[in-house]
């Protein structure tokens, strides 16, 4: 099968990221390659591009790019700063969430319209999956991952109705655990939507690797560089909207973010890319002050 993702505010972020062309950029979410490939377009001869991903089965995809310009490697969030030196980037980009080959994958069981295996894991060699965790975790951890990760009012309700479902037998697939949500006639929004981002954010620790990404992201950006956010959902928005506007400062002084703007997908785009629908781009340029 030939998986292809649409890059979300694609023209937005290439003209807000990269204000040199001969400059150096990092891309923390390489993906199927879509914003990587049009930054490398954009940038000149001597321009370069860096690029990472946690999931072990992108490598493949970045293999394919034949540029002297671009470098690829294996890697998460939170190792950015040991990877890249200090003050050396022109500019950071994180396109959050999951990208179109693991949503369209069943296997990777990350899609309640897909039947697979539950494991939702970006890097799926290792720690645990989706599947260990919700045959093992109590009704009082569902329902917190529910609720403060999946964002979903009904937490208590789904955590027992869990419970309930375990005692006949294993949830082993996304039909498995789709099924226990089942929409009541028509539904805009399907209610297992927000049991599955909050396990995914759990067994991904995706609000700790943001976190530490963000501060790295920081570390090897240079004066005048462009932290550049996508994110997909309000939690997560949350903690990139307070990164830029107090909580960087909780680590760096000397350092401002400045120039601070969000962006939002126009109506063309929302509609010939529906993931597009909720995302949310945040640009910030670094200013060294001392
Ligand atoms: C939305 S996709 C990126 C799509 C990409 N921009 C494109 O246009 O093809 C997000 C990617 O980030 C990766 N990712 C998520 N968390 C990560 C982390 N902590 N470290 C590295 N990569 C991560 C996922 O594996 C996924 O491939």
Same mark, same amino acid.
């Given at each position: 099968m030939n998986y292809s993702h649409e890059p979300v505010l694609l023209k937005e972020t290439l003209t807000n990221l990269i204000y040199d062309k001969s400059g150096s950029y990092l891309d923390c979410t390489f993906g199927l390659g879509g914003h990587s490939k049009k930054i490398l377009e954009n940038l000149n001869s001597d321009g370069s591009l860096y690029s990472i991903d946690k999931d072990k089965e992108v490598k493949h995809y970045a293999n394919l790019i034949k540029d002297?310009?671009?470098?690829?490697?294996?890697?998460?969030?939170?190792?950015?700063?040991?990877?890249?030196?200090?003050?050396? +980037?022109?500019?950071?980009?994180?396109d959050l969430g999951v990208s179109s080959l693991q949503l369209d994958k069943?296997?990777?069981?990350?899609?309640?319209?897909?039947?697979?295996?539950?494991? +939702?894991?970006?890097?799926?060699?290792?720690? +645990?999956s989706a599947k260990e965790w919700i045959n093992t975790a109590s009704e009082k951890e569902l329902a917190d991952v529910f609720y403060f990760l999946g964002e979903e009012r009904k937490?208590?309700? @789904?955590? !027992?109705?869990i419970?309930?479902?375990? !005692?006949?037998?294993?949830?082993?697939?996304?039909?498995? #655990?789709?099924? #226990?949500?089942?929409?009541?006639?028509?539904?805009?929004?399907?209610?297992?939507?927000?049991?599955?981002r909050g396990i995914r954010i759990l067994i991904n620790n995706e609000f700790e690797e943001l976190k530490k990404g963000l501060i790295s992201a920081i570390k090897v950006l240079k004066d005048r560089g462009i932290?550049?956010?996508?994110?997909f959902h309000s939690a997560e928005d949350r903690i990139v909207k307070n990164f830029?506007?107090?909580? @960087?400062?909780?680590?760096?002084?000397?350092?401002?973010?400045?120039?601070?703007?969000?962006?939002?997908?126009?109506?063309?785009?929302?509609?010939?890319?529906?993931?597009?629908?909720?995302?949310i781009l945040r640009i910030g340029e670094i200013e060294y002050v001392s």
């Open positions: 002297e310009r671009f470098n690829f490697q294996t890697s998460t969030f939170s190792n950015i700063s040991s990877l890249f030196s200090k003050k050396t +980037m022109n500019g950071v980009l994180f069943p296997e990777r069981g990350f899609s309640f319209m897909r039947e697979g295996e539950l494991d +939702m894991r970006f890097d799926n060699s290792s720690g +645990m937490s208590r309700q @789904y955590a !027992k109705k419970i309930q479902a375990r !005692k006949d037998t294993n949830i082993s697939s996304t039909k498995n #655990l789709a099924e #226990l949500f089942k929409p009541k006639g028509f539904q805009k929004k399907h209610p297992a939507t927000n049991i599955f932290l550049a956010v996508i994110s830029f506007k107090k909580d @960087y400062k909780i680590f760096f002084e000397g350092i401002n973010l400045k120039n601070v703007n969000k962006i939002k997908p126009s109506k063309e785009e929302k509609l010939t890319n529906p993931r597009s629908r909720s995302a």
